[in-house]
């Protein structure tokens, strides 16, 4: 019998034609820190299946990501050419979404202890509310 994939929970922001660019955006944000859409570009176009993404792809991307607060915008930094480019910064909604994405609900529900999973019962709970 084939294995199956693990069940991880599926989020709209990583579904569809944007979600490599996404994950490329909050992977490059997470391991850099707060970056300009140039420099965001520059390391999403480093990684494997996105060495053709044009700038202004990432420009457009950035801006729904901004408004749903996945990222947000923590300040300007004068670049060589004398502009003011906004520099942005992942969000804890980005941040959780990541981890979500790679956790094995399955996996996450046997392993865990009671109180551990009151805990996390206890805060789907809440946010329902």
Known sequence: MPKSKPSTIKLQVFKGR????????????????????????????????????RYASVNKRIRPLEESGYVRKVGAKRTKAGFEASVYELQVKAYLSMLLDTIDIESLISQSDEGTLLTILASLVDARL
Request: proline fraction near 3%; aromatic fraction near 6%; hydrophobic fraction near 40%.
């Open 18 to 53: 944007e979600a490599k660019l996404n994950k490329a955006i909050f992977h490059t944000l997470a391991l850099k820190g707060p970056q300009t859409i140039y420099d965001i570009h520059k390391e999403a176009k480093a990684q494997r299946g996105l060495r053709d993404i």
